[in-house]
């Protein structure tokens, strides 16, 4: 078994009393494709958030690659080697899809590097844009873009950074089927590089894509392993799973 690469011990996460996040518990090793699901309002986002910065835990420890992010800001744990999505995805409308790749891939070049002109793709650029399957819409503006390739887009952004961990807040949120499909194949293709967390609510994708799965509940752990092993447990069946059948 491959060793952790992100560790999360006795999280604690209090909003205006409320606990987000309670003594949570969570290891990711490297090389996972990890599937994290729950209810709305479950902690799922919120556990990202710390991970990334974004948000203070009130106590615990989070500790990626041996070394501890909980204090560190969020620029730090960027250039630590971790990447996320957001659900709304966030692209430079006006500039090319080649262009937004390449300004991600020089986020740790200085500032008058970046303002320099362009001279042809790199080949990190190149990797990318055949990697989310864009390249025949390399010189077009981001922003005629269907939803689906912008969060494309946005994974390539990730890609050109070279995280080691990618973090994809609801990717094929608001996707059509063929994207979706062509989404979860995207997510494959990375995960052979990178350790990826993905935060999702469709169950069908989830089915179709995810190997290892773990259920949040009221800022708890609820269960992990396998698919096959979250969907036969009666606490997700009560939790999460009939709540989504009921509402269907």
């Not at 994207?179 to 469709?202: I, N, Q, Y």
């Amino acid at each position: 078994m491959s060793e952790a690469l992100l560790e999360v011990r006795g999280l604690n996460v209090v909003f205006s009393g409320f606990h987000a996040l309670t003594d949570l518990d969570f290891t990711l090793r490297r090389g996972e494709l990890r599937f994290l699901i729950g209810p709305n309002g479950a902690g799922k986002t919120t556990l990202i958030d710390v991970i990334t910065g974004l948000t203070r835990p009130a106590s615990g420890s989070v500790r990626f690659d041996g070394r501890e992010l909980v204090g560190r800001r969020e620029h730090r744990i960027v250039r630590a080697g971790v990447g996320r999505t957001f659900q709304t995805s966030v692209v430079f409308e006006e500039l090319s899809v080649v262009d937004n790749l390449d300004l991600a891939a020089g986020f740790r070049r200085p500032l008058p590097a970046l303002l320099r002109r362009r001279r042809g793709v790199s080949d990190a650029v190149a990797a990318a844009l055949d990697t989310i399957g864009l390249g025949d819409l390399a010189d077009r503006p981001a922003g005629v873009l269907s939803h689906g390739q912008r969060q494309w887009l946005e994974i390539g952004m990730l890609v050109v950074q070279r995280p080691r961990l990618l973090l994809l807040d609801e990717p094929v949120a608001g996707m059509s089927r063929d994207e979706r499909d062509r989404t979860g194949e995207l997510l494959r293709t990375v995960a052979r590089d990178h350790t990826v967390l993905v935060v999702e609510h469709d169950m069908d994708f989830l089915r179709r894509f995810a190997s290892t799965v773990t259920v949040l509940h009221e800022g708890r752990l609820l269960c992990q392993g396998t698919v096959a092993q979250v969907q036969a447990d009666p606490r997700v069946q009560e939790v999460y799973l009939g709540r989504a059948k009921e509402a269907a």
